[in-house]
Structures are given as C-alpha cells and as structure tokens.
C-alpha cells in the first residue's frame, strides 16, 4: 500500500451531488479528491429532467456553459392536462434563468466532471471505495482501490457518501437502512426520439397528461430536435414493459390521446430502446455523523413523478459545502454543521417529498385538484408551475382559500359525483393537516408516517457488502496535536 495521502474533504461519487460539493470547495482552495467507481461518460437510470431551479444550481457549480454547448432544447413553459382541464404557465427564473433542459445523463455527468475538475476538484476515476478509516469512534478517512488493483488510503477531515441509493458509504457507517420510506406506486417506462412537431410551442414547453389513473410526460431534450416521452403507470406494468415492449409501448400512447396526437408523425426508426424501472421506494436515511455525511440520493430519494430528484442532488451537495467550508479545521465544528445541514435538508425537501408520494398514488386525479386547474388556466406569470420549479411551497401554492373555492367548484359540478369529492377531499384535507403539523414540529430526523402519504411496505435492497473494518489508528500524542 502506497503513503498515506491527506485531503480536506473526500467524495465517494462523481455524479450530481459530488460534483457540486467538490467544486466550492475546490474553487475556495480546499483539497478535494473525488472517488467514483466508473468512468465518464458513463449511462444511470434517469429521466434527467431539470427545471429552471435545477439549470440555475448547474450554473452554481461552473457546468452550464458546457450543458448549453450540447446544444439542449431551452424550455420555458409547463404544463399539466387532467382530463378536459389544463394549466400552461412559464418557469419561475431563479439566478436569472427562466428555462430548463433535459439532457442525457451519460452526456450531462461528463460536463459536471469536467467543470469540477476545472475548479481544482481531484476526481479519480475507475476508483472502489473498499471501507472507511476510524480514529477515535469518527471517520478519518478511506481506504480505496484504483483501477490498477492498487490499494490506497487518504486522510481527511470529512468523507462524504454521494454514491446512490445503494450507498456503500451509508452501509459502511451503519446508516444503510432508512429511518422512514415510502413504497412507489407507479413505475417508469420511458425512451427517446426525434421530435414529430415543428411548433415552437411543444419544443418550449414539459407536458404532463394525468388520464384515468395514468400519467404521460414529454420533455423536449438533447440535442435539440429529439423529445423524451415517459409514462407512469401502475409500477406492476414495467413487467408487462420488460415482456413486449413495443406493444406495451402502443397500449400506452393509445390511452393518452392527446399524447397520441403529439407524436402524429414519429419516425419510429428514431426510437431507442425502452427503458424502464418499477423500484424506486422514496426515503431518508440519517446522513451525517462524526466525519462522515451523505449527500443527493445517498441520503435521501424522493418518488422520481415530480422530477425533483436531480435537483435536489445538486443543491444538496452545494449547500453542504457551503456549510463546511469553514469549518474543515475543526472536527468537533465539521461535525455540528454536518448535523445542522442534515435538519435544514429535511426541513427543504419534506414538502416536495410529500407531493411526490400523493402522485405516486395510483388514482384519477382528484377533483379539487381539476378545479383548481380550471380556475388556474393559461397565466403569462408563474403560479402553479412553482410546484415543478419550487418557488414556493407546495401549501403557499395550494393555499386553503384557494382550496376551498376549488372545492366549492367541484361540488358544484354535475357531472362529478358529490359523495366522492367529499369522501376524496375528507381524506386529503386529514393529510394536508398532519403535513402541516409535522412542518412546524421540525423534528431532527422526523420518522412517523403520515397517512396518504408515506405508504406501507416499500422493499429495499440489501446493503452492499463492507470490506472488512480496518483497527482504528491511536490517538496522536498531544505533541503531535500541537504540532
């Protein structure tokens, strides 16, 4: 094994959350050596779908010149159909930036690599993390092989876990299983092609259609001219997907008609394959302890139907460097604001985690939520786009006035029955309360399960398997401390 080498900060991961801890950090002059076990490009599993908030944390980290080299569709507007009932709005700019892109991830990851490395960030590629080090009951490093076989340590004043939901990090510190998760009702199914429409207006604009129980998505995407359709169905149809996927893929377009009309003309020599995934339980796992944290969807992952996940990866890795910066001389302070970062990550993301998991219900969509749309319409200014974007939380977009007129609209309706909105509205109302509730208890590492929200029974993944735990080094003698 080679000397022992010093770092203020490792990351295990070079994806969206690594990277956009890496860079701050690299840029303010801190040594940061990043492992990641593939090298770039390198394929994930994602729909890769950022709004203006996500374009806007891309531009924090130093990667949006090269994402816009690549020439993505620019994408202003939203919009969301539920039956006979549609909102189109634009984004909401953040920094400055009014649009999003939709950019593959073997494409996107390689500029995020190539702007950290840009800032000073060391990434090593083809790099296994093996097991952390341990001095005195607290991380102080990691052990690591290169692609050569060769072993390696590194000493430093934080490890952070951004390696997924399969964190061998999370498994190392004994933070693996979740302390609360939800079970996904819908599964992904999903490909490419070349954009049929010539409108400027379905080039600018994400489309979701919500028709009896199913959900459709278009994202215009990179490069420009190919289009990304996705459909959310119940998560037991991946399988009928994985069987027949062309004739799955037709079942799905012919129940989403307006969809349908959307693609007249494909070229369907421009499909790719169809790609698919029935298993992504949301959680959140505790994600910091003495020398260690976990960052993006290491630490917590929310149900993909809002699109918020690749978002919140990259905010959440800058925002942890920001936290540290200052602190990386002192473990006794690198650990407080490790901690303090984990409770200001829960208390950001609960809210959009919430509104994930009632999508994921697999149900038509309710009829206050019709109307609300119905008396939302076409804006020329943001309103229920920042459910997408997140400029205001969910409960400051769906206020109780608004809510309440809704539902005073839908009992009204003749041709919606009145038992099921008060039933449906009952049951939402019990929901939104408990929400409500747990927002302004802001516990550390809140755990109990809200009816119509976290659902029961999510399965998940054995731990990866931990090398085995090197001895602990001693303690360095006061002399050397004063050193």
Not at 323 to 342: C, H, N, S
Not at 384 to 389: E, G, H, S, Y
Not at 425 to 450: C, G, Q, T, V, Y
Request: hydrophobic share 40%.
């Amino acid at each position: 094994m080679s000397e022992v080498e010093k770092s203020d900060v490792v990351v295990v991961g070079a994806r969206l959350a690594g990277c956009a801890l890496a860079a701050p950090l690299a840029r303010a002059g801190r040594k940061v050596v990043v492992l990641d076990r593939m090298s770039f490009p390198s394929d994930q599993l994602s729909t890769h779908v950022l709004f203006s908030n996500g374009v806007a944390e891309l531009a924090s980290l130093g990667a949006l010149p090269r994402i816009l080299a690549l020439d993505p569709t620019k994408v202003h507007r939203v919009a969301l159909h539920a039956g006979d009932v549609c909102m189109v709005e634009p984004m909401r700019p953040f920094d400055g930036i009014d649009y999003g892109v939709c950019v593959p991830r073997d494409m996107q990851d390689v500029c995020l690599v190539e702007a950290a490395r840009e800032q000073g960030a060391e990434i090593r590629e083809r790099s296994t993390f093996e097991s952390p080090l341990w001095r005195n009951g607290r991380v102080s490093g990691v052990r690591y092989r290169d692609g050569d076989g060769e072993e390696h340590e590194i000493e430093a004043s934080l490890v952070v876990g951004a390696d997924g939901r399969r964190s061998s990090v999370a498994a190392a510190v004994g933070a693996f299983a979740p302390y609360r998760r939800s079970r996904n009702g819908r599964g992904l199914v999903f490909r490419y092609m070349d954009d049929p429409s010539a409108d400027p207006a379905d080039r600018d604009t994400y489309i979701q259609w919500r028709d009896g129980t199913s959900f459709a998505y278009a994202f215009p995407c990179t490069p420009a001219g190919r289009l990304l359709v996705l459909f959310m169905g119940h998560r037991d149809e991946v399988s009928d997907a994985r069987r027949d996927p062309e004739g799955h893929w037709r079942r799905k377009v012919a129940e989403h008609p307006a969809l349908a009309r959307r693609l007249a003309g494909v070229d369907e020599s421009s499909y790719s394959k169809v790609r698919s995934t029935a298993s992504t339980p949301a959680f959140f796992r505790a994600s910091s302890g003495p020398g260690w944290a976990l960052a993006g969807d290491a630490g917590h992952f929310k149900d993909p139907v809002t699109g918020q996940g690749m978002r919140d990866s990259l905010w959440m890795g800058r925002t942890l460097a920001e936290r540290v910066m200052p602190a990386l001389d002192d473990p006794a302070a690198v650990d407080r604001v490790t901690r303090e970062w984990e409770a200001a990550r829960d208390r950001h993301c609960l809210p959009a985690y919430h509104l994930a998991n009632i999508d994921t219900r697999v149900e038509t969509s309710s009829p206050v939520l019709r109307e609300v749309l119905r008396h939302g319409g076409v804006r020329s200014e943001p309103d229920l786009a920042d459910l997408f974007c997140r400029g205001r939380e969910p409960s400051e977009v769906l206020t109780l006035p608004r809510v309440l007129r809704a539902l005073g609209s839908a009992f009204a309706r003749a041709d919606v029955p009145r038992r099921e909105v008060a039933a449906r509205s009952i049951a939402e109302a019990k929901r939104d309360i408990l929400i409500r509730r747990e927002a302004r208890r802001d516990e550390f590492r809140p755990a109990r399960p809200i009816p119509g929200s976290d659902h029961p029974g999510a399965e998940f993944p054995d731990p990866p398997a931990p090398a085995p735990r090197a001895a602990e080094a001693p303690a360095p003698e006061p002399e050397a401390v004063r050193a």
